[in-house]
Nanobody, 123 residues
Framework: VQLVESGGGTVQAGASLGLSCVTS????????LAWFRQAPGKEREFVIG????????SRDDSVRARFSIRRDNREKTVYLQMNSLKPEDTAVYFC?????????????????WGQGTQVTVSS
């Protein structure tokens, strides 16, 4: 199983950025997918997720208003679109996959992880 993120980079505050996570070796349609992030010195935190049949779940109102997640079961890829980026969004972003009944916010609920992609937002 592989999850490979791409699309990270350095942008200015207020810009948009799209991340992709291409998977292989999964029965993709059966998996709940999520994006987590980890800033230096901080714990990994849930950002947004999408279920196999259920809807999406966001970390908080700020993320819900600015980020969106989409899955393409044919391409076995999950996308994260981030708009109106803020310096506090700076982190390594990871995609994760797990067979779950609903979108979970706890990292340990997910079985498979990508290697992460760096997102840096300058002020």
């Amino acid at each position: 199983v592989q999850l490979v993120e791409s699309g990270g980079g350095t942008v200015q505050a207020g810009a948009s950025l799209g991340l992709s996570c291409v998977t292989s070796g999964l029965t993709f349609a059966s998996y709940t997918l999520a994006w987590f992030r980890q800033a230096p010195g901080k714990e990994r935190e849930f950002v947004i997720g999408i279920g196999d049949r259920t809807g999406t779940r966001s970390r908080d109102d700020s993320v819900r208003a600015r980020f969106s997640i989409r899955r393409d079961n044919r391409e076995k890829t999950v996308y994260l679109q981030m708009n109106s980026l803020k310096p506090e969004d700076t982190a390594v972003y990871f995609c994760a996959a797990g067979v779950l009944n609903e979108v979970e916010i706890t990292p340990t609920a997910y079985t498979f992880w990508g290697q992460g992609t760096q997102v840096t937002v300058s002020s």
